[in-house]
């Protein structure tokens, strides 16, 4: 393996020797789990911008869209925001690395980062767009990174940052919520024992909010120890009718998609602000199948068509949700990790050896929480 002395950029001057290749899991071409591919020859991330950090990767974690972009999951609009000209030059993004969380240690850092030094323990959600965590190195802007809870190893660290990033986004920028506006709200989580129910749970009850959660009975047990106030198993056959008994919500997070729209969106309070976001989206699957632009008209098509008809029929505002990279939002959730206000739930754990495994367990669904893979 080649080692390259320290090119001690700008303010750092990182007491690690950097290397200049790594071992990580990548595909350079779309399908199963089969494409999957370890080398330890992959060029290692440099810092190319000032405002970079790169991090040594302890842990990651898996994610639906991890099994999504292995197989190709949009693929179009992603290689736009890499790279405009890839539009016209296509397999650019190979050899493409998945793997959206990291847990790690920052070894190096451009001349103007302020916050984060070499040695800092951080956390980070890599957006879709940059080569992921499953991988010794990744290299993030300052602005994505945040310092790590002290209180949780990097493996449960490695749990959080993603499905914490996309849940903020969605509660605050599309539903409205925030810490001092919840206590009077009661929320609906569709979908509460995977990675985004079982921290939205927490968060939320973090907040003060009433959380009813839909899930397996055999989730009962789990989402309730996280604080879920109310529980309805979604494969009972009176479970829409349970669900209409109840006080009506004012926010619903949809992380299950499907037909869940046609019956929970009666659910919210009418002509009262109530907000229905849901995680599971046509956008980048339209722009995979009908191109860039008709693909973006057709998915803005149908978000404007819901929205108008939710709007006028009952007064309810019905949005998107997505992943954002926010460091300060992390930040945040640190406080509340460290307080123990949030708990990582990590229901399997795999070596980095054994990534395809890992792939495999989340590919079988009913997830309890989140698979995390150690890195270092
Ligand atoms: P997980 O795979 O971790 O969890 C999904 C959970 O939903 C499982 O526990 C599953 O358990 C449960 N489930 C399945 N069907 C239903 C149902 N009909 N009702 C209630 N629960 C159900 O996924 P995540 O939590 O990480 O993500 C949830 C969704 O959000 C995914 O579709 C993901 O792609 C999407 N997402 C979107 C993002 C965005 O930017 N828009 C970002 C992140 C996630 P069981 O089958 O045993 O019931």
Known sequence: RAWSVCL?????????????????????????????????????????SPNEVMVKVHATSLNPLD?????????KLLNLRRDPLSVVNSDREFPLILGRDVSGVVVDCGSEVTHFFPGDEVWAAVPPWKQGSLAEFVTLTEFEVSHKPKSISHTEAASIPYVASTALSALVN??????????????????????IGTFSIQLLKAWGAHVTVTCSQNAEGLVRGLGADEVVNYMAEDAEEHLE??????????????????????????????????LVTPLLHDTDSLGLLNGTFHAGLSLHNTAFQSAISSGVFYRWGFYAPDGPALDEVRELVDAGKILP?????????????????????????KTVVRVA
């Open 8 to 48: 001690g950029r700008g303010v750092c001057s990182s007491p690690w020797r950097l290397q200049s290749s790594m071992s990580a899991w990548l595909v350079d071409q779309y399908g199963s789990n089969e494409v999957l591919k370890f080398s330890d020859e992959t060029p290692a991330p440099t810092v190319n």
């Open 174 to 195: 599309a539903a409205g919520l925030c810490k001092d506006r919840c206590a009077d709200k009661r929320v609906l989580i569709a979908g509460g024992s995977g990675g």
């Open 245 to 278: 008994t109840m006080e009506k919500f004012d926010v619903v997070l949809d992380g299950v998609g499907g037909d869940t729209e046609q019956w929970a969106m009666g659910l919210l309070k009418p002509w009262s602000g109530a907000k229905y976001v849901t």
């Open 345 to 369: 739930v990590v229901e399997a754990q795999f070596p980095f050896a054994q990534v395809p495994q890992a792939f495999q367990k989340l590919e079988e669904g009913h997830a309890r929480g």
């Open 67 to 75: 099994i999504a972009m292995r197989g190709g999951y949009g693929a």
